[in-house]
């Protein structure tokens, strides 16, 4: 029969041999990194929460601004559309006195 795992021998060569002060050492270490961790996981919220407060407020800004936009946006386009309707009108004019002069 095959035997999907082995036993793996500690430092000391025997399985019912445990030294107590390393796996300690070991469980104090982790309780160590883990508590490091979770302090760096709650910054990472707070940085989250802070970014998501700041997303909020910069959208309520842009609905907010967005009518005033809109109206620069069609002012600007009337104004273009007029100063088009000048300048054709300019080169007919002087489409007119070249023909005049010629």
Do not use: F
């Amino acid at each position: 029969e095959h035997v999907r795992w082995r036993l793996v021998h500690g430092p000391k060569g025997a399985e019912d041999q445990i030294d107590v002060a390393s796996v300690n050492d070991k469980l104090a270490s982790i309780g160590v990194r883990l508590e490091d961790k979770e302090r760096e996981l709650a910054r990472q919220r707070l940085k989250c929460r802070e970014i998501e407060e700041e997303t909020a407020r910069i959208q309520v800004h842009v609905n907010e601004n967005a009518d005033s936009a809109l109206e620069t946006t069609s002012a600007l386009n009337r104004a273009k559309s007029k100063l088009s309707a000048i300048e054709r009108a300019l080169l007919a004019v002087v489409s007119e006195l070249t023909m005049y002069r010629a």
